[in-house]
T-cell receptor
Framework: DAMVIQNPRYQVTQFGKPVTLSCSQT?????MYWYQQKSSQAPKLLFH???????NEADTPDNFQSRRPNTSFCFLDIRSPGLGDAAMYLC?????????????FGQGTRLTVV | RKEVEQDPGPFNVPEGATVAFNCTYS??????FFWYRQDCRKEPKLLMS???SGNEDGRFTAQLNRASQYISLLIRDSKLSDSATYLC???????????FGAGTRLAVHP
């Protein structure tokens, strides 16, 4: 059974039209991450939550926001998508331990901006 | 300097070959490392974790060299199905946020 679920798998939105991507987890992990991945590039961390504590990367555009209403759910809001925001958006979770932090990924949402 | 650096490749090898990738990291305090495999247009999936000097799982061996700050991934007896991008990952900063290298692309041909 999928443990990190992203919806939708594919999203097409219009230039400038707000869009929300969702992620849910059944692992009860403390940490949830949102990554943006463009073709042939590494996943780029946008932000992450440790429980309710929100951590924004310094270079994440203001156009991107996130919400985590409870442990299981996390949302990525793109307020005014531009053509450059077309990418795969990956949600991941982890539970940091003394030895390290294995992350579990959802299948991703591929966003197209038209 | 990037926190995690990898040779992007591609590494083109025949079936049965042995191939190795390196990944260098800048944070000498890093304690754990991961190799993820990512197929085209799919999510990354954990291949191996490295917490001490190394780890081995079948045809895959990961080694950590703390003095030179790199980890390596060795794949023996390459299969066509090993063709993928291999991502090197290490936690960074507080709350163990995960930083990815750009990935090394491997193409195994008949």
């Amino acid at each position: 059974d999928a443990m990190v679920i992203q919806n939708p798998r594919y999203q097409v939105t219009q230039f400038g039209k707000p869009v929300t991507l969702s992620c849910s987890q059944t692992l009860n992990h403390n940490v949830m991450y949102w990554y943006q991945q463009k073709s042939s590039q590494a996943p780029k961390l946008l932000f992450h939550y440790y429980d309710k504590d929100f951590n924004n990367e310094a270079d994440t555009p203001d156009n991107f926001q996130s919400r985590r209403p409870n442990t299981s759910f996390c949302f990525l809001d793109i307020r005014s998508p531009g053509l450059g925001d077309a990418a795969m958006y990956l949600c991941a979770t982890s539970r940091p331990t003394g030895e390290g932090t294995e992350a579990f990924f959802g299948q991703g949402t591929r966003l197209t901006v038209v | 300097r990037k926190e995690v650096e990898q040779d992007p490749g591609p590494f083109n090898v025949p079936e049965g070959a042995t191939v190795a990738f390196n990944c260098t990291y800048s944070n000498s305090a890093s304690q754990s490392f991961f190799w993820y495999r990512q197929d085209c247009r799919k999510e990354p999936k954990l291949l191996m974790s490295v917490y001490s000097s190394g780890n081995e799982d079948g045809r895959f061996t990961a080694q950590l060299n703390r003095a030179s700050q790199y980890i390596s991934l060795l794949i023996r007896d390459s299969k066509l199905s090993d063709s993928a991008t291999y991502l090197c990952v290490t936690p960074s900063g507080g709350y163990n946020k995960l930083i990815f290298g750009a990935g090394t692309r491997l193409a195994v041909h008949p």
